[in-house]
């Protein structure tokens, strides 16, 4: 084995220092870069743009949980009890069954809000039937099947009209007893969900 000499020995160990020294500024540049991206990462949190994503999510999400009053184009239905006595043997009032349909059919007709006697579904809203039929809880609060019930449903006024519109519709069980009508509006209000969340599991 060659032994170095002490010049080159020297030039050696000044390529070591050269070639640490490139290593620790290139590992500085490497930090600097690093830094640029976390900072550009917050600017982009914190930019306008980000802002507005934001609180778009943050009205859809009150919107989907009722918690504001909501205004806009839809439908209003009314149901109104034909006379029982003309058919005292067949007749039958509404139940929680066809108000939950109802309310189905307009989700699925993309519905963004619904309202039934102004109380408001929310991902919380219960509907029940009383064990005698005489009223419907909504959000525990009492609706009667006996009197005029009326929903209001904020979405395309058009596709709203035309899923209550098909053929077989409004004949679902105890609809099919009832005077029902249904018009266009431009500004339907529904009020906001008057209940407080539960978080707890049930």
């Known amino acids: 084995v060659r032994t ?3 010049q080159e020995t020297e030039l050696l160990l000044q390529e070591i220092a050269s070639l640490e020294g490139e290593k620790e500024a290139l ?8 830094q640029d991206v976390k900072n550009f990462e917050t600017a982009a949190a914190s930019s306008s743009e980000a802002h507005a994503l934001l609180k778009e999510e ?3 999400s009150r919107l989907l949980l009722g ?3 909501t205004k806009g184009p839809g439908i209003v239905m009314t149901l109104r009890p034909t006379d029982a006595s003309l058919n ?3 007749f039958n009032y509404l139940t929680d069954l066809e108000l939950i349909y109802l309310v189905n059919e307009l989700k699925f007709a993309g519905a963004e809000a619904i309202s039934i006697n102004d109380k408001r579904i929310s991902i919380q809203t219960g509907i029940q039937s009383s064990s005698n039929n005489s009223y419907i809880l909504v959000n525990d609060e009492k609706v009667s099947p006996r009197d005029e019930v009326i929903i209001r449903a904020i979405g395309d006024p058009e596709k709203l009209k035309g899923a209550m519109a098909f053929q077989g519709v409004l004949s679902y069980y105890a609809l099919e007893f009832y005077d029902i009508r249904f018009y266009a509006e431009d500004h339907v209000l529904i009020p906001k969900y008057s209940k407080a969340y539960r978080t707890d599991s049930m």
């Open 88 to 90: 005292p043997q067949t």
């Open 4 to 6: 170095l000499t002490i």
């Open 27 to 34: 590992l500085q540049k490497n930090r600097e870069l690093l």
């Open 67 to 69: 918690m504001v009053d």
């Open 58 to 60: 943050l009205d859809r």
